[in-house]
């Protein structure tokens, strides 16, 4: 077993973001098991996408490309993967918590005989045993947990979106191309894409936004939205989030839920509203670098998470709040 191989999914003609991220974590865990790192990147990659997998800290690329690969059909990423896998027997998968990711991982897995970490937030290998420890959350994200491999087959992991930074782009790095001649046959693709239908969206992605206003149950109805947008639009990179209980309750669209299952994101600062931070909550928005709580109830458990908080009704405190921000962005 030689390497540390990681997913790199596509987003139409570029590399998708988590691929920087996997291979920030596939680049420690080579470090570290004293390997290498490479990037499997499954579609129609031009030169200069493998270029940018090299630049982000990979150290050999492999283009695997066919007529009856299609971005969204986890099936013919699953082919592509095994039979990478199994020429190249890494000591190491690993694919990021999307949609194509968290379905792929489980089933090489199952294919290489093997197990597989889901929700992995943090990577340790060990050189003298060629072992990975992995920490994710349990109990509904109440409490971390480390696992150790067992076996001695492929490792493989999903990570969470957004649980390591993508390492700076280095364009003096180099690195090896590789083209996987690769054959599929039809009854190899079980599923079908039928249609793909974009949803529009304005501003910034909920997941990408440096600083998110979140909103819960306690903020009464969806009228109160906007007060929260109005706040979010005074920062350059703001967007509004919110809880499991406001967006079943058809305040907001799922697409706007952070926590467990809903979107993790990572913000340098997370403002929230009549959120009392349940542990579902809580697990896609830990890893938030400032947590700054607004709660009438004191005894809420999102202040035990909070950088900074403040007991009160967000009526009161709200329009205060979104007046000082903008005194202060504005000066």
């Known amino acids: 077993m030689t390497e540390v191989i990681i997913l790199g999914e596509l987003d139409g003609n570029e590399l998708h973001s988590t691929a920087g991220e996997l291979i920030a974590a596939g680049r420690k865990l080579a470090d570290e098991l004293g390997t290498k790192v490479s990037a499997a990147i499954i579609g129609e990659a031009s030169t200069e996408v493998a270029n940018e997998a090299i630049f982000l800290g990979a150290d050999e690329v492999y283009t695997v ?14 082919a592509a993967l095994e039979f990478i896998c199994n020429q190249m027997n890494p000591s190491v998968v690993l694919t990021a918590k999307t949609p194509i990711g968290r379905s792929a991982g489980p089933r090489l897995a ?7 970490a889901q929700d992995c937030i943090n990577l340790e290998g060990n050189a003298d045993t060629g072992k990975v ?14 696992f ?3 076996n001695d087959a492929t490792q493989v992991a999903v990570l969470r979106i957004k649980a390591f930074e993508p390492l700076p782009i280095d364009k003096e790095r ?21 249609e793909t239908v974009k949803e529009e969206s304005e501003g910034v992605k909920l997941e990408e936004a440096e600083v998110i ?3 819960g149950r306690g903020l009464g109805g969806p009228e109160s939205f ?10 350059d990179s703001g967007a509004v989030g919110a809880s499991r209980a406001v967006c079943d309750a058809g305040w907001l669209d799922h697409s706007y839920q952070i926590g467990l299952t809903g979107k993790t994101v990572t913000p340098n600062l997370y403002i929230t509203f009549g959120i009392s931070g349940a542990s579902q909550h809580m697990a896609g928005c830990s890893a938030s670098k400032n947590i700054v709580a607004i709660n009438k109830d004191g005894e809420a458990n999102i202040f035990k998470e909070a950088s900074f908080g403040v007991v009160g009704d967000w009526e009161k405190v709200l329009p205060s709040f979104t007046a000082t921000v903008q005194e202060l962005l504005s000066s």
């Open 65 to 78: 490309s066919h007529d009856l690969i299609v971005q969204g059909v986890s099936d013919t990423y699953v």
């Open 133 to 146: 420890t992995v920490t994710r959350p349990v109990y509904g994200g109440n409490a971390m947990a480390k």
């Open 110 to 116: 199952y294919r290489l005989g093997t197990g597989v």
């Open 226 to 235: 906007g007060q929260l947008e109005e706040l979010a639009k005074l920062f």
């Open 148 to 150: 150790t491999f067992s």
């Open 174 to 194: 180099s690195g090896s191309i590789t083209q996987i001649n690769f054959e599929m046959t039809e009854n190899q693709v079980k599923s079908k894409l039928v």
């Open 213 to 215: 206003i979140g909103g």
